[in-house]
């Protein structure tokens, strides 16, 4: 167990020469040797966002200033931590603290807008940056694709100054928007080209937790009060599997009859495909139901996905839909997509709009029908589709549930969609 008061004291000349030569303002690093960097104390914030412990952890820090939080880490007992930032004074003054307390801290130079961040990491923190870069939502995609565990934000809220300063409509626009600041969730503020747009970004907390509950990778989002007045901290804690069962299909192809076989113990083959057998237990969720799995680790997973989801008829491709960020979720992952002959599929979803009520189901299943009587766009479906599964390095597996359901190959899979009319320029495999 370390402490930062067990560490050795500087020799006289080491430190007070150089640390007051730096300046850096938005946090404090505080020396047991009575040296200080006369910055804001955040030692309260510290306790809100970091457990009392962190043995064997490791830490990320976007945006680290002076390293206060980088030195509060290790004290905790964290094994690896990393601090970056763009601004070199800032790193020069943390690195002196670090030397100073021997703390074996890495800090990097790194422009956080245009750099990959610098591994994984159990923890990954953000604070007092996401406002201040152009674009904050590809900004969060590479901070939870470097967290393992939690993410925590701050960001100001929305009676912060410098955020009504951006915010506060003036002039014309004022009397157009007739807005109050406390009332906006998001402003957004674009330039740029069109062929490189750009954007400013600045965020409520409700409007971040409401992009990040989205996220198929992000299981809960915690709000938290911050020890600076004008801020708020949101903790993001990430999906964590061991195994995921992906089972992929139209809607009406049966994914949610074979998966209840499958759970029961039917259908053997298939299991044995899926890897069910690797664990006693399996939660089954889709993507309409992931929001209320709030637990961020969930041993084993089915997960059931309607490739409609990415049609015209919902208004967004593959690639947007925050669902599918589950699949960079589990250690191992094993994928299943189902072939239904197309007649069979148009009658049982005839059969589903016959006892149909609700009139916009009835419009939506009538549009599905539609859909699926198009080659054209069932062609062009399921090449976005496969596009998809390459890109994501998904090696999928197929099934075959126009009857009992059974395992089929991948060139029978091809061939059973050409010669429904849905081949167009689909390749022959989905390598």
């Known amino acids: 167990m370390r402490h930062l008061d067990s560490v050795p004291a500087p020799r006289p000349r080491e430190a007070p020469s150089a640390l007051p030569e730096q300046e850096c303002r938005h946090q404090c690093a505080a020396p047991s040797h009575?040296?200080?960097?006369?910055?804001?104390?955040?030692?309260?914030?510290?306790?809100?966002?970091?457990?009392?412990?962190?043995?064997g952890k490791t830490v990320l820090?976007?945006?680290?200033?002076?390293?206060?939080?980088?030195?509060?880490?290790?004290?905790?007992?964290?094994?690896?931590?990393?601090?970056?930032?763009?601004?070199?004074?800032?790193?020069r003054q943390a690195r002196i603290t670090a030397q100073c307390l021997g703390l074996p801290i890495e800090f990097q130079h790194r422009e956080i807008e245009r750099e990959e961040l610098p591994d994984t990491f159990d923890t990954v923190l953000c604070r007092n940056a996401l406002?201040?870069?152009?674009r904050p939502r590809a900004m969060l995609d590479r901070l939870i694709r470097s967290t393992r565990e939690r993410l925590v934000l701050e960001i100001p809220a929305a009676e912060h100054s410098r955020t009504r300063g951006v915010m506060r409509p003036t002039g014309i626009l004022r009397q157009w928007l007739g807005l109050s600041i406390r009332r906006l969730l998001a402003?957004?503020?674009?330039?740029g080209s069109h062929s490189e747009p750009d954007e400013l970004l600045h965020l409520h907390v409700d409007a971040l937790k409401y992009l990040l509950n989205q996220r198929g990778d992000i299981a809960r989002v915690d709000v938290l009060p911050s020890s600076r007045p004008g801020r708020q901290v949101a903790v993001a804690w990430k999906r964590q599997m061991n195994y995921l069962a992906f089972v992929a299909g139209l809607p009406a192809a049966g994914k949610t009859t074979l998966i209840e076989r499958l759970q029961k113990g039917d259908l053997p083959e298939i299991r044995a495909a899926l890897g069910l057998d690797c664990a006693p237990r399996w939660v089954h969720t889709e993507a309409m139901l992931l929001k209320g799995l709030t637990e961020p680790h969930v041993p084993a997973m089915i997960?059931?996905?309607?490739?409609?989801?990415?049609?015209?008829?919902?208004?967004?491709?593959?690639?947007?839909?925050?669902a599918l960020h589950i699949l960079g979720c589990a250690r191992r992952t094993r994928a299943l997509m189902l072939w239904v002959d197309p007649h069979v599929l148009i009658e049982r979803m005839k059969a589903r709009l016959a006892?149909?009520?609700?009139?916009?189901?009835?419009?939506?299943?009538?549009?599905r029908i539609r859909f699926y009587q198009d080659p054209h766009q069932m062609s062009a479906l399921l090449r976005q589709w496969f596009a998809f599964c390459r890109a994501q390095g998904l090696h999928l597996q197929y099934a075959d549930t126009t009857a009992e359901p059974r395992l089929m190959s991948e060139p029978e899979y091809f061939e059973r969609v050409r010669a429904a009319g849905w081949g167009g320029e689909l390749p022959g495999s989905a390598r």
Do not use: M, W
Request: hydrophobic share 30%; charged share 25%.
């Open 355 to 367: 006892c149909t009520q609700a009139r916009d189901l009835a419009k939506q299943r009538e549009a």
């Open 131 to 134: 406002h201040r870069v152009h």
């Open 303 to 322: 997960f059931h996905y309607g490739l409609l989801r990415g049609s015209p008829l919902e208004k967004r491709r593959f690639a947007q839909d925050e």
């Open 61 to 91: 820090d976007v945006g680290c200033a002076s390293g206060y939080f980088c030195c509060e880490a290790y004290r905790r007992g964290a094994a690896r931590v990393v601090g970056i930032d763009s601004d070199e004074g800032c790193l």
């Open 34 to 55: 009575g040296l200080s960097t006369d910055l804001q104390e955040h030692s309260g914030t510290a306790d809100g966002i970091l457990p009392h412990r962190l043995d």
């Open 187 to 191: 402003a957004t503020v674009g330039y």
